[in-house]
């Protein structure tokens, strides 16, 4: 799968996450579901369904969104073991595990249904259960697509992962509808089953976050290999040029010594580009611990320095010397710091070569409770216009052409989560300007 489709899938697995804390209802959160999961238009149809206990062990739809919804009102689905249930809907309840038609035209479970479908453009289908644990509610998430062999293992590991955040969900919802009606015993419960949906949040956050730090780095990948292929360039001219003296009756040993020097310098110079991107693509999670503000900005230079001569944009620094320690992860804050210097280099590109000026500048700022680090991004650009601002950190807003929309979005909740503060400001000439405030360590 490409990393652009698999970014997109996380975006709707994290926005379907962030519905779980939303939701003031359990059909609520089901349609809410159904709707985020056909918005990108990956898939036609997504319909929720729960199996009844009826003699006819019927799979009722509860939730359904996207092209064809006529197709459930003409279609029996059922859990039992006859034909009606062997769809993926009804394989998924009985069997608790994921089921699916790679193609629709040609599976014969499928066939009561396959006219219909195929009126619909429905190629192949998924079903997952509702299933946490020991907790079971009887019910299937079903995704169709246009496409046969649409779902990947990778897509059904995804959406089962979805399916169990979304069952801890829906029992939530219950146990605070039957705390409200009863009495508190269910509340603990409910506590329970919401932080495990948390720490599902966060494991999204940091995969998309991850996602789009590889993304990131390769819009940066000629600049990148050109900055490696320079001072590899010179380490193998060097190395020739001291084997020419080596062989010389009289070898200038002092000019061998210094080019091999020189050897050395380029050889750390290259490992040290290869060392920040290998940290940079890291998968791992990273403990916060104490940061040094300047040592972020300076760790993330070497990453943006090429690009920005590429473009023929100056860089001007202002750090501040007393800048507190703050608490934090380094690598997702230098993620937001590249996410900002790339989008001032992109609003600089079409501007006058004189204005193509990036500041970088830092400052302390003491408040009631400590002092804060503050870091601004400004560039001399097109800036956002008027109003722009208001959107600029939503998720999937963007102006770049071919852009996601999903960098500021990220980087706002990687600095909210270090219970700092994210904004942008107009200059009052050209262009924008960024700023990051974090706290100091207490």
Same mark, same amino acid.
């Given at each position: ?88 809907? +009804? ?16 599976? @014969? ?9 195929? &009126? ?20 299937? *998430? ?32 219950? +146990? ?20 495990? &949906? ?21 819009? *940066? ?57 290998? &940290? ?9 611990? @104490? ?61 006058? @070569? ?49 852009? *996601? +929309? ?37």
């Amino acid at each position: 799968m490409s990393d652009r489709r698999l970014d997109r899938r996380l975006q709707t697995l994290y926005a379907c996450i962030e519905a779980l804390f939303q939701a003031g209802s359990e059909q609520e959160l089901l349609q809410c579901i159904c709707d985020t999961l056909v918005a990108d238009g990956e898939f036609l149809l997504a319909w929720i369904g729960y199996g009844e206990n009826d003699p006819g062990k019927a799979v009722r739809p509860v939730a359904q969104a996207g092209h064809g919804r006529d197709f459930l009102e003409g279609a029996t689905f059922s859990w039992g073991g006859e034909e009606r249930g062997q769809a993926p809907a +009804g394989a998924a309840i009985r069997t608790g595990k994921a089921c699916w038609v790679d193609d629709i035209r040609t599976d @014969p479970s499928f066939s009561p249904w396959r006219t219909a479908a195929l &009126a619909h453009g429905y190629a192949s289908c998924m079903a997952v259960p509702l299933i946490a644990g020991a907790v079971d509610l009887h019910g299937t *998430l079903n995704l169709y697509s246009a496409e046969r062999h649409a779902f990947e293992q990778s897509a059904i590991a995804h959406f089962a992962g979805l399916a169990t955040c979304l069952t801890r969900a829906v029992v939530a919802l219950r +146990g605070h509808l039957a705390d409200d009606l009863t009495s508190g015993v269910t509340a603990l419960r409910a506590s329970e089953e919401r932080r495990r &949906a948390q720490e599902a949040l966060h494991q999204a956050q940091t995969e998309l976050a991850h996602v789009t730090r590889v993304m990131t780095l390769g819009e *940066l990948a000629a600049s990148i290999a050109h900055e490696i292929n320079q001072p590899l360039a010179a380490i193998i001219a060097d190395a020739n040029a001291c084997l020419h003296w080596l062989d010389a009756a009289r070898p200038p040993l002092d000019v061998v010594r210094e080019t091999l020097v020189a050897i050395a310098n380029d050889s750390d110079r290259a490992a040290e580009v290869i060392s920040r991107i290998r &940290a940079f693509l890291s998968r791992s999670s990273v403990p916060h611990g @104490p940061c040094d503000p300047a040592e972020v900005i300076r760790g993330v230079l070497p990453l943006v320095h090429p690009e920005l001569r590429r473009h023929g944009i100056i860089l001007e620094m202002s750090l501040a010397a007393d800048l507190p320690t703050v608490m934090g992860d380094r690598i997702q804050l230098q993620q937001v710091l590249l996410n900002l210097l790339m989008n001032a280099a992109e609003a600089m590109r079409e501007v006058l @070569p004189e204005r193509r000026r990036l500041v970088v500048r830092s400052t302390v700022e003491h408040r009631d409770d400590g002092p804060w680090a503050v870091v601004a991004v400004e560039d001399a650009g097109v800036g956002f216009g008027n109003n722009g601002d208001a959107r600029l950190f939503d998720a999937f807003y963007t102006t770049k052409p071919g852009g *996601l +929309g999903m960098g500021l979005s990220i980087s706002r909740s990687i600095i909210d989560a270090h219970a700092g503060r994210l904004w942008a400001t107009t200059n009052p000439g050209h262009g924008a300007t960024f700023h990051v405030a974090l706290p100091g360590m207490r």
